[in-house]
């Protein structure tokens, strides 16, 4: 894991070829953070995979959190992982809501990770975050006529409807 | 003049054949659309989330340690690594450090865990294709390894061992002698398996040089645990990365060389071998003292002291019904499970329940690589994949 001064380097460097990517550092639990822009995403995972002295080639898990009522509302979690080195970085996009009917969107890394594939599809099933450019971006585990994104905080939970109505059309 | 019944055209027709949800070589609920070209597999799409139950959901309305019993079935044949990962994940969290003793039964758990596992993936593999007697003999370890759980812990699935700061309860007497019964005989008995396995020639035919992905093609897809290691690759987040106390035992991670079937059955196997050492390891090394944390705050007192101390009844029920609150803070920890890097992220926001528990679970990540390794084999080596890839459906799905 970069220590603080490497994390601020790495900062730095990003921000060189693309002003206005990173938006913070941190470290949470010992895991350094890079806070991004999203319009910026797929720049800055290039970076960390290709840069040499980077190589962060693995991504270990792509998933995404709703921070209600904090603003912006969702970020998209990126852990990344140099094997060689035995690293651990963390990329968090932080993306707004758009409110309404609209659905907050961010570009897809399948080309650069193709095991985001299935997580991506993962995080849109649950968080209605779109990944463009995502080669099949339906939904996974939910059905596929499944209303609404159930991990969102402001999902009201219980009061599902009933699925198998045999009795009720029968006998209710 | 009448068209020919059969054109040219029918005889190299691709079909689309739907298998599952309930195929019985699909190891779970697992639907798989799979074009086919006579008897080669041409394409292939898992459709899963047949057993979706929503539990990272359910998790949000619990307070931190009623979620254990939910993370615990997910992936329901290794349950004491899904309970390692939320309650290691949670006290990083709250910074609470759990004491020697603990540890040392966690691993040994665990590594019972592991070794039940892949006795049920072993023994449904073999099965699958079919060598019948191998599941009787795989289960009836594996019912050895139920006795322990249920002699330590009550239970012989699902058994609420770990908790945060620790273990629930320390090991019965008369376990020990138990156990060290079962690590006398486990290597023998794996040595029997082999020696079933590795001159069969239907076995052997069936499983050499069949499923092979690359070690690269894996590393894309982000394919963790026996498969990647059977590519060659030497990665275990055991060894990697410091948690427990793996550190102070003396283990080895077997790898493959060529990635086919046949180095995903040989890594497995050698696999149960090196957990039974690591098993024994930590009995030698056993060390006396408490086996869960003292902070009160997070620990539940124990029993006793409940009808002599007021202040430990105060704390026994905050913890009971509110539970304890967590500082706002995230967490990703991740673990070996029996299938590759299990990975616990928690998000919490400072009340008593988490905000966002989410598993990286090993058997959802490593189904992407499934259609590399069927894709133009015949569909007879498509199942001894599915049944060499080892997916749990319940992790899958969660």
Redesign the interface.
Known sequence: MPDAPGLELIRGEIEAAHPGAVLDTGFAQDRAVLSIDPAHLIAVLTWLREAPGQEYKFLSSLHAADYLPASPRFAVHYELLNRDRVERIRVKALLDDPGEDTLPELDSCVSLFPTANFQEREVFDFFGIVFNGHPELTRILLPDDYVGWPQRRDFPVGGEPVTFTYNEKNYG | MAEPLLSEDRTSEVMTVNMGPHHPATHGVLRLVVDLEGEVVRDLKPV??YV?T?I??SC??KSYWKVIPFVERMDYVSYFFQMEAFCGAVE??IELEIPERAKHLRVIFLELNRIHSHLVWLGTTALDLGAISMLWYCFRDRDRILDLFEMATGQRMHTRYFQVGGVIEDIPRGFEAKLREFIRDMPVRVEQYQALLDRNEVFLSRTKNTGIVSRERL?????TGPLLRAAGEP?DLRK??DYLSYPEFDFKIPVGTVGDNYDRYRVRVAEMVESVRIIEQALDGLPEGPYIADDRKYVLPPRSELSTSMESLIHHFKLVTEGYRVPP????Y?IESPRG?L?C?V?ADGSAKP??V?F?DAS??N??AFRDMAVDSYIADMICSLGMLDPILGGV??
Request: net charge negative; no cysteine; proline share 0%.
């Open positions: 899963i989330g979706h929503g990272e959901k949000e309305d990083r969290l590393l894309e897809l982000g394919v990665w990697a990365f803070s995230e967490i990703y991740a890097e990975g992220f998000l905000a966002r989410h990286r959802f990540v189904l992407q799905d969660r």
